[in-house]
């Protein structure tokens, strides 16, 4: 690999995670979860594992996760990199300047301006900083099986409801 190529890796890898709204973490032994974020000085941060907060299974500081980052436009998959995880402390500056960015992001907050209060009580913020290391992107779609649930429609769809959805309009 040239660093050409090194060069385009972290470019692809920052613009693309910087414009999506979601990525998908992979942490270990975790399966992948979509997390929103921001990027926040070459890394994405999030936030998480508190009441109300989206939970991070599998994210531990020090360890790798997976990182795979969608389309904004068309939701498919661009890339995924690996990351270093990062637990930042409550009240430090990395934290502080994370949180504020964060903070911007996170839409329906119950508590509003005493948000990063609570984040630093009940919640943990994480860095995960790309290592440099992309993986390639899959030949098969990497679909799986809905878990099985005892969920179901109450009833059949009523006899009338194809004829009414169908039906062509007379002009």
């Known amino acids: 690999m040239t660093v050409t190529d090194t060069l385009l890796d972290r ?3 920052e613009e693309a995670t910087k414009k999506s709204g979601l990525i998908w973490v992979q942490g270990a032994g975790a399966p992948s979860r979509a997390l929103w974020h921001v990027w926040h000085e070459g890394a ?3 936030v998480g594992d508190g009441p109300g907060e989206q939970p991070l299974p599998g994210l531990v500081d020090g360890a790798e996760a997976a990182v795979t980052v969608r389309s904004k436009d068309k939701g498919g998959r661009l890339t995924t990199w690996t990351a270093k995880v990062t637990e930042l402390a409550p009240g430090s500056p990395a934290w502080e300047a994370a ?3 964060l903070k911007g992001k996170r839409l329906n907050a119950p508590d ?3 948000m990063p209060e609570r984040w630093s009580r009940e919640c ?3 860095r995960l900083e790309p ?3 992309t993986v390639p992107l899959p030949d ?3 679909a799986a099986t809905p878990p099985a649930t005892p969920a179901t429609t109450r009833r059949p769809i009523p006899a009338g409801l194809p004829r009414l959805l169908f039906r062509k309009r007379k002009r």
Request: glycine share 10%; aromatic share 0%; with cysteine.
């Open 44 to 46: 994405a941060c999030v």
């Open 140 to 142: 098969s779609s990497l």
């Open 112 to 114: 509003g301006e005493a």
């Open 11 to 13: 470019a692809l890898v």
């Open 99 to 101: 949180v504020a960015e």
């Open 124 to 126: 943990r913020v994480l």
């Open 131 to 133: 290592t440099g290391a």
